[in-house]
């Protein structure tokens, strides 16, 4: 009983985790709104994780500094992050999520490419559901009722570029964490939250005056800011919970359900659509990540 309490309280905790990404797009906007673009807003995001972290584990410096390879992880998490939180302030919130989970398809060739792994049968059957899907995905109408317009399937607006950018660098980010999983623990997580802040601030900076400067101090958006950090640093200490105790194929199963939570919040609020192409392309893309998390790749 002890150990299936233990195991419940591992799957809420990636189930909140799961939660916090499938709905973050909502503060993000209301973030926005406010005069915050999200690429600053997941700077002082991850600003506030990062001064966490170096309370905590204050040696994780050195030995980032001394393992040069971890700033790929900089980089991927960075892109991810900011990939992500620009992506659903932009666009279709449901096409979005659905083509930032277009991992299985960028795994396969990264885990091939950078961790020398065979390319199965079941490998190449989830590449092919995530193309099928991605391109069921990309056929929907861009009117909004989710109805089927078939046509180049490519991604027709920046927010749906920043879907696909940030789905293929989270795949390098869970790549790289398996090939330097031997690496300090803090020095992997301290990494991710360097790179959130990082590679959002200096897009931020390089698309000036795109991206305008974050404005004066205003309650609002302070507060929500600060809100949204302890709410992501909450987040990612489930996540350590979670997938320290639960099978690897099982946390990839329980973290899919963030499609689900950022479906359902988004057609809800008005901030996405969903249509029988879109849904038959999301289930497609979803069964992929199944069929991955099945396989344990």
Do not use: C
């Not at 901030?271 to 069929?291: D, H, K, M, Y």
């Amino acid at each position: 009983m002890q150990a299936l309490s233990g195991a419940g309280l591992a799957v809420l905790a990636l189930s909140f985790n799961a939660f916090t990404w499938g709905v973050s797009w909502w503060p993000f906007r209301q973030l926005q709104a406010a005069g915050l673009h999200p690429l600053w807003a997941t700077v002082l995001i991850y600003s506030l994780a990062l001064l966490v972290i170096t309370a905590w584990r204050p040696r994780a410096w050195g030995q980032l500094f001394r393992a040069p390879v971890l700033w790929v992880l900089v980089l991927a998490s960075g892109t991810t992050n900011a990939a992500f939180n620009w992506g659903v302030t932009l666009g279709d919130v449901v096409r979005v999520v659905l083509l930032f989970y277009l991992m299985p398809l960028w795994a396969v060739l990264l885990a091939r490419s950078l961790l020398g792994e065979r390319v199965t049968g079941i490998a190449l059957l989830r590449v092919a559901m995530a193309l099928a899907g991605a391109m069921l995905v990309l056929a929907t109408g861009k009117a909004g009722d989710g109805s089927a317009t078939f046509g180049l399937p490519v991604p027709s607006s920046l927010a749906e570029w920043l879907g696909v950018l940030g789905g293929f660098s989270f795949a390098l980010n869970n790549v790289m964490l398996r090939r330097e999983a031997e690496r300090p623990a803090e020095a992997r997580a301290l990494a991710m939250f360097l790179g959130g802040a990082l590679v959002a601030g200096v897009l931020a900076l390089s698309l000036q005056p795109g991206v305008p400067l974050p404005p004066a101090p205003a309650w609002p958006w302070v507060l929500g800011a600060l809100g949204m950090g302890l709410w992501f640093l909450a987040g990612n200490l489930a996540l350590q919970y979670g997938a320290t105790r639960l099978p690897a194929n099982v946390t990839a199963v329980v973290m899919v359900s963030e499609v689900l939570f950022a479906s359902v919040s988004a057609v809800a609020l008005g901030a996405g659509s969903l249509g029988w192409a879109l849904a038959a392309g999301g289930a497609l893309i979803v069964g992929a990540s199944l069929l991955s998390a099945r396989s344990g790749h």
